[in-house]
Structures are given as C-alpha cells and as structure tokens.
C-alpha cells in the first residue's frame, strides 16, 4: 500500500485515538482533530506522533480551512473517519433549542462539513474511504437522547446516500455502529448503571476501542473497494438488527 493519509476528527481520545493509533501502525500518514482539550491533544501527539489541529467541526469554513492545512502538510486525504461527536442529554420535554442544535450541528452537521471538504479530491483521484462513527443508539434509540439518537440515525442515511454517489468514483462510504465501550466517558457512569448496561450485553462486557478501530481499518483498506453501504455493528451482541 502506498503511503495513504487518514484524517480523524475528535481523534484524540477514546475511540478516535484508538482508531488513529491503530491506522498509523498500519502504515498510515494520520491527522487528529480536537476540538478543546489542549493538554490531551499534546500529550496524544507526545506519545503517538501524530500530528493534531484544533477546529470545531461544526463550522463548515473552519472544516475547510483545516482540511486545506492538513493537505498542505500531509498530502490529500484518502480516509476520512467522521469520529467527533458530543452528547447533552435530557428528556425531550426538557430539552431545549440549544442541547438539540448544538448535538445536531456536532455529530451530523460534522459529517458533511468533512466530507464535503475531501469529496471533490477523492473523485478526481478516483480513490476514497469515508467512514461515519455512529452509535448503537442511532440504531435502537435511547432514552433522554433524542438529539443524539437523531444525529447518529442521521449519519446511517448520509453513508448510504453518499455510497451510491461515491461508488463509480472508487470512494466508499461505511458506518461503524459502536455500542458501550471502555472509554473515559463510561468511567464516569455510576456503577449500578455499568453494571446495568452491562447486563443487557450478551457477551457480558463493555467493548475495548481498539475493537472499533480493527472495524476501521478492515473499511480503510485499497482492498475494501466492495464494501459501501453497509453498516458495522460492534455492540457485543447487544442490539441486532
């Protein structure tokens, strides 16, 4: 395989760093974005090599400009990874204007300010992997997550829609649906509501990110040129459809 460059957005911690690392050890030029946490992103470029740059995915000129840099200095990208995403949970009739847009802008929005910022480069070279982080929650739903449940479902629509337009071009368009996975964000759950979460598991545990980064990188590979489309579920069992 050539050199390819793969950019990850939100790729500096959690599953996004798992994905980042795991495609650079197969010998991938990567790129992280974050969007705050200027500590983790240095101490992630510390350790992994990878270069990191701060933008707000959410901001389509902001996408642009940072996809223009990172091809400055890496080369074009040939495998984006739409990972960022935030959740602001509340019941819905508790759940205001700004929890709803700013989940929407972040998780959805994201995927095509990505995306549209690659497309044209992937169909003049006639190459392109675009792989969309959505969540076992997009697939079931979730209580207090409507804004995020509709993010998430929304970035299974955009990945076929986008596979029948990408497919004669050799660009593929995918979708990860992870379900609970050991990350930062679980630790913080209470352990009577792990230990729920868990339960409902079948194969009774969470999943490892590294697991949803082997997921990438099989969807990544020149040799997955017949996988477009589709959806990877990696939940443990837990939800099956």
């Not at 996004?16 to 983790?40: F, M, P, Q, T």
């Not at 819905?92 to 910022?117: C, Q, R």
Request: aromatic share 8%; with cysteine.
């Amino acid at each position: 395989m050539s050199e390819r460059v793969a950019l990850v957005t939100g790729g500096t911690r959690g599953i996004g760093a798992a994905i980042a690392r795991s495609l650079k050890d197969a010998g991938y030029k990567v790129a992280a974005s974050y969007a705050g946490n200027d500590e983790k992103a240095r101490a992630f470029s510390d350790q992994t090599g990878i270069p990191t740059y701060k933008f707000d995915v959410a901001d389509h000129d902001a996408c642009t400009n940072a996809v223009a840099q990172i091809e400055a200095d890496l080369g074009p990208v040939d495998v984006l990874v739409n990972n960022a995403g935030i959740t602001w949970d509340a019941p819905f009739h508790k759940m205001g204007p700004d929890a709803w847009t700013k989940v929407i802008e972040t998780d959805l929005s994201s995927a095509y300010n990505m995306t549209h910022a690659v497309w044209a480069g992937m169909r003049e070279r006639g190459f392109g992997r675009v792989i969309n982080i959505s969540s076992i929650n997009g697939q079931k739903g979730q209580f207090t997550q409507a804004n995020y449940s509709a993010a998430k479902a929304g970035l299974l629509g955009f990945t076929k829609a986008l596979a029948a337009e990408g497919a004669r071009k050799g660009i593929t368009v995918n979708a990860i649906c992870p379900g609970y996975i050991d990350t930062d964000m679980m630790k913080a759950v209470k352990q009577e509501v792990l230990d729920a979460i868990v339960a409902q598991i079948p194969v009774g545990r969470l999943g490892q990110a590294d697991e949803i980064a082997r997921g990438v990188l099989f969807l990544a590979a020149d040799d997955a040129g017949f996988v477009t489309g589709s959806t990877l579920t990696i939940n443990g069992g837990q939800y099956m459809d």
